[in-house]
C-alpha cells in the first residue's frame, strides 16, 4: 500500500475543521431517500453538485479513484462478466504488519468522495484504533457503471441490494487473500446503514460488527409516518402555532387548487415554472411544498446548519403576513437555494428527466435510486395519515403510478417486492443477527423504520434525543446535543469490543 504524505495531512486537517462538508455529505447521502419530495429532489440534487465542488477545491487530488474487478452477477454461476468498481482508500493511521483492522463505508444511492474516508466520524474511529479506512461505491452510482453508465430498464435487473452486498463480500474477500487475519468493521447512513446491517446478517464472517446509522431497514408501501414524525418535531420543538399555520396555509393552498382562477394564481404566487391544472402536476406541487419541510426536519441543525426548524418556523409565525403568504415565503427560499429560476412542478417532465438512462459520474443517482424504491423498498412518502398538516393530496396511489410511467417496459409489483425485501432481511426484527448497532436521532422521521431499541445483548440500539439524519457520522459540531458525543464514545467503545472478540 503506497502511503501519501499529504493525504495523512488532510486526513489530520479534517478532523480540525471541515465539519461543514462532513455534514454536506450526509445530507446529500440520504436525501435521495427523500421520495416524497421528489421534484424539490431533482433541484436539490444540482444544488448539491455545485456544493460539492467545494470538497473537490479543498481536497484536490488528495484521494484517488481505486478500482476492483467485480462480478456482474453473483448469483448466476454461468454468468463470468465482470466490471470495474471504483472505492477510495485512506490509510493514513494503518500498519498492516500488526493486523491493524479495516473500516469500510459502504456505499449507497450516490457517488463516493474523498469526504468518504477523511471527514466522517469513522475516520477519528480509525485514528484511534489504527485502522485503514476504505470506501466502496456502490454499483450502478457515480463511477461504478457496470454498463459504462446504460441505466437501461434491462440493464437495472442487476441492480439490487443484494448485488451490492455480494460486491462488498467479494470485495473483503479477495483484500483478506493478501491480509487474511484483517478484521473489517462495516459502517453506512441511510440506505447504506441498511447495508451495513445486512452485511453483518448475511456475512458474518466476513465483519467483526457493522455500524448502521439511521438505518429504515423495515421496507414499507406507505411511508405515511413519515409526516407523522415531521408534524411531531414541529410541535415538539417550537410549539403548535407554527404546525398549525402550516396547516392553514395548507387548506388555502388546496382550495385555490378546485378553481381555474386559483392555480393561476398559485403559479404567481409561488413561482411555478407551470400551472397546476392536472391531478399530475398537483400531486406534483404538493409534494414539493411539504418536501421543503420534510428535509429540513431531517437535517436539523445538523452542523449549524442556518435553515433548520426554528427559522422556517419564524418565517410561518411571523404574525405581519398571512399563513398563506408565510408559505409562500418558504418555498421562495428554497427555489433561490436550489438555484431555480422557478419551482418546476410538471409530473410529466420528471419522469422524462428520470427516463434518462445515461448515468452521471457525481451526485446522487436519481433514476437508479427510484429504482430500487420501486422493486425493494418502497418508502413512499405520502399524505395518507390524517393526522399531519399537509394536507392529503400526495396519496400512495401517485407514487405506483410513478413506478410504472417510469420503467416502462417492466412489469412492477411494489406491495410484492416491499414483502420480498422485509422476508428476506426480516425488516426492523431480523432473526439470527449478531453485532450490529443501530444508531438513530429522534427528529429523524427515518427513524420508525429503524431498530431503535435493543433486540439482544449483541444487537444493540443508540437513540440520541435531539438529532436527526445521520448526524452520529459527522464529527460533533457546535452546539450538538450532548447525546451526540456521548453516542459516538458508546460507538467507538463497541468496536472496541467486537475487534477484541473477533469474528463472527
Not at 187 to 210: D, E, M, Q
Not at 265 to 292: A, E, H, R, V, Y
Not at 365 to 392: A, L, M, N
Not at 424 to 448: M, R
Amino acid at each position: 500500500v503506497n502511503r501519501s504524505e499529504s493525504t495523512r495531512d488532510m486526513a489530520i486537517i479534517t478532523r480540525r475543521g471541515v465539519v461543514a462538508v462532513a455534514v454536506l455529505l450526509a445530507v446529500v447521502h440520504a436525501a435521495a431517500a427523500m421520495h416524497g419530495g421528489l421534484a424539490s429532489l431533482r433541484h436539490y440534487a444540482k444544488y448539491m453538485d455545485r456544493k460539492l465542488e467545494q470538497e473537490k477545491m479543498m481536497y484536490g487530488d488528495q484521494v484517488e479513484d481505486l478500482w476492483f474487478e467485480q462480478k456482474l452477477d453473483h448469483f448466476n454461476h454461468q454468468d463470468q462478466r465482470t466490471w470495474k468498481q471504483r472505492y477510495m482508500m485512506n490509510d493514513t493511521f494503518w500498519n498492516p504488519k500488526l493486523n491493524a483492522p479495516v473500516f469500510l463505508q459502504i456505499g449507497g444511492e450516490r457517488a463516493i468522495s474523498p469526504g468518504y474516508v477523511l471527514t466522517m466520524e469513522m475516520v477519528h474511529y480509525a485514528q484511534e484504533k489504527g485502522a485503514l479506512i476504505l470506501a466502496l461505491e456502490h454499483r450502478f452510482y457515480g463511477k461504478s457503471q457496470p454498463f459504462d453508465g446504460d441505466l437501461s430498464d434491462a440493464n437495472l435487473a442487476y441492480l439490487s441490494s443484494q448485488q451490492a452486498l455480494a460486491d462488498a463480500a467479494n470485495f473483503i474477500a479477495t483484500f483478506k487473500e493478501t491480509y487474511p487475519d484483517v478484521q473489517f468493521v462495516t459502517f453506512g447512513c441511510s440506505y447504506p446503514g441498511n447495508l451495513a446491517a445486512w452485511f453483518r446478517l448475511k456475512y458474518p464472517h466476513l465483519t467483526s460488527g457493522s455500524v448502521a446509522s439511521s438505518a429504515p431497514v423495515q421496507a414499507t408501501l406507505d411511508f405515511y409516518q413519515y409526516l407523522d414524525v415531521v408534524d411531531a418535531s414541529l410541535s415538539t420543538l417550537t410549539g403548535k402555532e407554527c404546525d398549525s399555520r402550516i396547516q392553514e396555509a395548507t387548506a388555502q393552498v388546496q382550495s385555490m387548487l378546485t378553481s381555474s382562477s386559483g392555480q393561476s394564481q398559485l403559479k404567481n404566487d409561488f413561482n411555478l415554472c407551470s400551472t397546476p391544472d392536472n391531478w399530475n402536476d398537483i400531486s406534483t406541487f404538493m409534494s414539493s411544498l411539504m418536501g421543503n419541510w420534510m428535509g429540513t426536519v431531517q437535517y436539523n441543525d445538523e452542523g449549524g446548519n442556518p435553515i433548520d426548524i426554528n427559522f422556517l418556523c419564524n418565517i410561518m409565525n411571523n404574525e405581519t403576513m398571512s399563513a398563506y403568504n408565510a408559505y409562500r415565503e418558504v418555498n421562495a427560499l428554497f427555489i433561490k437555494l436550489y438555484g431555480a429560476p422557478c419551482l418546476d412542478i410538471s409530473y410529466d417532465d420528471m419522469v422524462k428527466e428520470i427516463q434518462n438512462t445515461t448515468a452521471v459520474e457525481s451526485g446522487v443517482g436519481i433514476r437508479q435510486w427510484v429504482y430500487q424504491t420501486c422493486t425493494e423498498f418502497s418508502y413512499f412518502q405520502t399524505t395518507d395519515s390524517k393526522g399531519q398538516p399537509f394536507g392529503h393530496l400526495v396519496p400512495i396511489t401517485m407514487s405506483l403510478k410513478m413506478c410504472k410511467d417510469i420503467y416502462t417496459t417492466l412489469d412492477i409489483d411494489v406491495p410484492a417486492a416491499v414483502n420480498a425485501t422485509n422476508k428476506y432481511y426480516g425488516g426492523n426484527q431480523p432473526h439470527g443477527a449478531t453485532k450490529i448497532l443501530f444508531v438513530n436521532g429522534s427528529i429523524d422521521p427515518w427513524h420508525s423504520l429503524s431498530v431503535y431499541t435493543d433486540l439482544n445483548e449483541s444487537v444493540k440500539a443508540i437513540l440520541i434525543q435531539g438529532t436527526a439524519h445521520c448526524a452520529n457520522t459527522s464529527p460533533p459540531y457546535p452546539g450538538a446535543p450532548s447525546g451526540l458525543a456521548e453516542a459516538q464514545e458508546a460507538t467507538s467503545k463497541q468496536i472496541s469490543r467486537w475487534l477484541m472478540e473477533g469474528n463472527p
